[in-house]
């Protein structure tokens, strides 16, 4: 199991190359859609980034908190439902988004094209009683 402070470690590489890099990375995810996003910490107030696959459907971004298929939420998943407007960086563009969580079967259906797309994440389900989290990332106006 990866420590928080190897996470942090993990997470700062990534973000670094995929700055670097025009928002590619190599490593494991590498080909992967990648996406930086922010966020703030419901408690801490303390801004972070994660860097996430995303799925982009029918001009829609969707994240998952997978967390790897671990019994709990990602911390930036609580962070986001608690302070849901934020900003993204994809390839070379940062934007400011909306968070909001996807339920039911319009959840279930997007899950399903994530699963079919990176088969990973059908894998990450298996391993969790819980329902993993789908996000929409809402572009907000300009």
């Known amino acids: 199991m990866t420590t928080p402070q190897e996470l942090t470690k993990i997470n700062e590489h990534v973000i670094k190359e995929f700055r670097e890099n025009g928002g590619r990375v190599g490593g494991m995810f590498e080909g ?8 703030v910490g419901a408690r801490s107030g ?3 980034i994660a860097p996430l696959v995303y799925l982009e459907d ?4 969707f ?5 790897g298929g ?3 939420h990602p911390a930036w998943y609580h962070n986001l439902v608690a302070k849901p407007r934020t900003t ?9 988004v909306t968070a909001t969580v996807i339920t039911g079967a319009e ?4 899950y399903a094209t994530q699963s079919t797309v990176a088969p990973q994440f059908a894998e990450y389900q298996s391993k969790t009683a819980r329902v993993i989290p789908v996000v929409e990332l809402v572009r907000d106006p300009s």
């Open 46 to 48: 303390t801004e972070r």
């Open 32 to 39: 992967a859609p990648l996406a930086l996003v922010h966020h």
């Open 70 to 72: 671990d019994p709990k």
């Open 107 to 110: 959840r279930d259906a997007i």
């Open 58 to 61: 029918d001009g829609r971004l």
């Open 88 to 96: 993204v960086e994809i390839g070379t563009e940062t934007f400011p």
């Open 63 to 67: 994240i998952f908190a997978s967390n």
